[in-house]
């Protein structure tokens, strides 16, 4: 097993430090004002909230490096432009749940941040790997479960890779077209 999938701190891994890092940097930063909304407004966020982040749970420094300038480096590309900063989330870091039919019980779908613009939804989920499996399970899942717990249907979801800066697009109504034929 590779020392970066093994806990510490009470079982708490280096993905799950970045991803509660991720968390309070992204409710501070939608809290101000989107004229305050900002490259150097988010590099202060993210350097006052990397002491939560433990070198120890990285591989080695340079692993524990290399994560953190990534993630910075996605999140000013990905949040802080002209436009990204004057949009505000209609729902930032929830939970919705998916209930699968009688008596099968439901599942739980955390929803990263949601966009409203003129009646249409689009989810923006941050991932920290690429993976495809993920991907279409979850464009499966949470619009039903946004539809189930909030009441509306998003039109898109897209998925935001702060390890790659890679950015996808995904279509729901479009995929379970093609899942159902």
Not at 27 to 55: C, G
Not at 136 to 151: L, M, N, V
Request: charged fraction near 20%; aromatic fraction near 12%; glycine fraction near 4%.
């Amino acid at each position: 097993m590779m020392k970066a999938m093994i806990s510490h701190e009470g079982g708490t891994t280096w993905q799950q430090a970045v991803r509660k890092v991720i968390r309070n940097v992204m409710v501070e930063y939608y809290r101000a004002v989107p004229s305050l909304r900002s490259p150097f407004y988010m590099l202060k966020l993210i350097e006052t909230y990397r002491q939560l982040l433990h070198p120890h749970l990285f591989e080695s420094l340079i692993h524990y490096y290399t994560v953190l300038a990534k993630i910075t480096d996605h999140l000013l590309q990905f949040f802080t432009s002209c436009a990204e900063a004057r949009r505000s989330p209609f729902l930032l870091f929830a939970q919705a749940a998916y209930r699968h039919g009688k008596g099968r019980g439901k599942t739980h779908v955390d929803i990263d941040f949601v966009y409203e613009d003129d009646g249409t939804y689009t989810i923006r989920k941050l991932l920290l790997e690429d993976d495809q499996s993920f991907v279409r399970h979850y464009t499966q899942i949470a619009p039903a479960a946004c539809q189930q717990t909030f009441g509306f249907y998003p039109n898109k979801i897209e998925f935001c890779s702060l390890l790659t800066g890679n950015r996808m697009v995904e279509t729901p109504g479009t995929l379970q077209l093609i899942l159902v034929t």
